[in-house]
């Protein structure tokens, strides 16, 4: 078991590498052994090892005891009592094909493990993108209430020098005041975030959760094949479920053959006194083996007929569930290079509202500046800032998801 721990674990972590932040599987590794889901999934695949002992038994032995209340008088004497033992039998190699069906089972199971562990990872990897976009975009406001306020002493001079009006110094206040609320908004989604990702942790801590200071989109992706999907642990499921259907039915038909027990019986004879015939008082003991034969099988015709429809519709989720998986995975390759090309572009915009201040900047050093242009472009730095973090935060979500479809 513990190997394949390691295993599961490996798959899960697998994604991490894309956010190169050591942080972020930290954290993994502490929702896999918190989270009472992951948890409750590690029982169940314990509690099926566990099973594989149960089936490796043979049926309840059999004691019985009677007492003759009326005596029943032979030759060699008077029998007082009857002890028997019976054990019953499956027909040969019964019990081994009971093994492989529950090892079927073991193995269905560890997939399902599989899969949540992988599912927490992915779980745990898209909260911690979501909290180090709020914290970044954060301090870009913080940022942009820092460059209103140099923007904000030249206002006061130009006013001296009756170069700006007050209203100008008035309309920047307005605006550091709607960037300082939009920071107090972005603490509370932080504080909410961080609760939801403790509990995605299951973890009491109280304190802060730390996350990485930057990121960034890499220039190339390596390519994605989609023909990797084949190795999801959601599709491996379905084929251990189909080979433990097989199982169960090559156990159906070891079932419907014929069963047979040995069995003991023990019978104490009392001697005689009013004669001495030879083996007077003689116990009896009489061995005796017996043969259950299912003349009435429909019931295991049944049991084979649904086994066929079992895995006919094991078939068919597969093929659907492996749509499904396609459908997302294009999905999230399109939602990954758009964000890439938002990304982009955003960065585009950064330089050029830069160059826009800096122009105006050079405007106020020649006697004039209109700080409603300061505004505007202010406003536009920081969306376009806003939306470039918001790229990331996507990018490297996506990149999680694609992870968790295709990594092996």
Not at 3 to 26: K, Y
Not at 378 to 388: A, C, H, M, R
């Amino acid at each position: 078991m513990n190997r394949r721990i390691n295993i599961a674990t490996a798959i899960v972590l697998g994604f991490t590498a894309v956010a190169t932040a050591q942080d972020l599987s930290g954290y993994i590794a502490e929702a896999e052994t918190n989270n009472p889901e992951v948890q409750a999934y590690e029982f169940r695949y314990s509690i099926a090892q566990e099973k594989v002992n149960e089936v490796n038994t043979l049926p309840d032995t059999e004691f019985g005891v009677g007492y003759f209340v009326s005596t029943p008088e032979t030759r060699v004497g008077a029998q007082r009592a009857r002890f028997s033992v019976k054990q019953m039998l499956p027909w040969f190699g019964t019990i081994a094909k009971r093994e492989k069906y529950q090892d079927a089972l073991v193995e269905t199971e560890y997939l399902e493990y599989v899969i949540a562990k992988r599912k927490l990872g992915l779980a745990v990897a898209q909260g911690y993108y979501k909290l180090y976009t709020i914290e970044a975009q954060s301090k870009v406001v913080q940022q942009n209430v820092e460059l209103l306020e140099r923007y904000k002493e030249l206002a006061l001079n130009a006013v001296e020098v009756a170069k700006a009006s007050a209203v100008d110094v008035l309309k920047l206040e307005m605006r550091q005041n709607e960037l300082k609320a939009q920071q107090q908004i972005l603490e509370e989604r932080r504080v909410a975030a961080e609760i939801q990702f403790k509990n995605t942790l299951n973890t009491a801590s109280e304190g802060r959760i730390l996350v990485v200071d930057s990121l960034s989109i890499p220039k190339e992706d390596e390519q994605i094949n989609p023909d990797d999907l084949s190795a999801n642990p959601e599709l491996l499921k379905y084929d251990k479920l189909y080979e433990s259907v097989t199982q169960a039915e090559i156990l159906n038909r070891q079932e419907a053959a014929p069963k047979w027990g040995v069995g003991l019986d023990y019978i104490p004879v009392s001697e005689r006194t009013d004669m001495f015939p030879a083996d007077n008082g003689k116990d009896i003991v009489m061995p005796m083996v017996s043969v259950s034969v299912p003349i009435f099988n429909s019931k295991y015709k049944s049991v084979s007929r649904q086994n066929e429809l079992r895995q006919q519709e094991l078939d068919a989720q597969k093929a659907q569930r492996l749509n499904t998986l396609k459908n997302l995975l294009a999905e999230a390759k399109q939602n990954k290079n758009t964000a890439r090309i938002n990304f982009n572009t955003q960065k585009q915009n950064i330089a050029q509202a830069q160059d826009a201040e800096e122009i105006l900047l050079k405007s106020y050093e020649t006697g004039s500046i209109d700080f409603n242009d300061v505004l505007d472009i202010q406003e536009l730095q920081l969306e376009f800032q806003l939306k470039q973090l918001q790229a990331v935060q996507t990018y490297y979500e996506q990149a999680a998801l694609i992870n968790y479809l295709t990594n092996i």
